[in-house]
């Protein structure tokens, strides 16, 4: 891999180490918002009891360790570039009595596995930040069996995702951010409509298809918002990182502010919005 890429992958790496204490406090949380996403994924697999799946970008253990329990006499390895989410896996495994799923260490751009190895390959959320899309989804399609299947999503637009948007938006209106390169990874560099089908059929799999899903998540109060993001969303960190104490002020009164206005029955609810795309191996 070029050096330019791999920075990039160290950078990642750095980051997710950074944060993994944040998703650890907030696992029960965060899975429980990703579940319907991570239940589309595992549908499209068909998963059976002896698979072996490889689960990319596996963070925490999801969707690797529900895929586990389904394919009870096969194996699931997760495989991610943060031992401090993977650490998170492991305990996850540990606590749920699942003994099939193994977390390992590793860049799917230079997947450690032999050809032909995996029935089905996962992939939550992880597509927009690898350093090279299409080398990371031709090593997929090299570790799958003839036949084998690969379910995975990404976010789609900002104006779908307010319940992101929400403090970005805030930020930006208060902050003059830099734009980021052309193409770098960030959670919205996949959401161009027929983006990571493309990407997909160019790595040689067939049968791409491709579902939206809408879904809502709630919060309490403002406070639980701005908590979560703070201690989970890597973007937001970095943002606001660079203000000063008054713009930090600013920026919470007008994230709360916009809050309120989502309050529904006493919750505050905002919509996400994902692509869960399909595929086989010819």
Known sequence: METALEQIRDQQKQTWDRFSPGWKKWDSWTMNFLRPIGDEIVNALHITAGDQVLDVATGTGEPGLTIARLANHGRVIGLDLSEGMLAVARENANQQGIANYEAVAGDVCEAPFDNHRFDAVSCRMGFMFFPDMLLAAQEMHRVLKPGGRLATCVWAAPAQNPWITTMMGAITAHMALPAPAPGAPGMFRCAQPGMLDGILQAAGF??????????????ATPNEYWQNMMEVAAPVVAAMDQADEATRVAIKKSVFEALEQKRIDGEIRLQFTSLVLSAEKG
């Open 206 to 219: 067939q049968n791409v298809h491709q579902k939206e899903m809408v879904s809502t998540v709630s919060f």
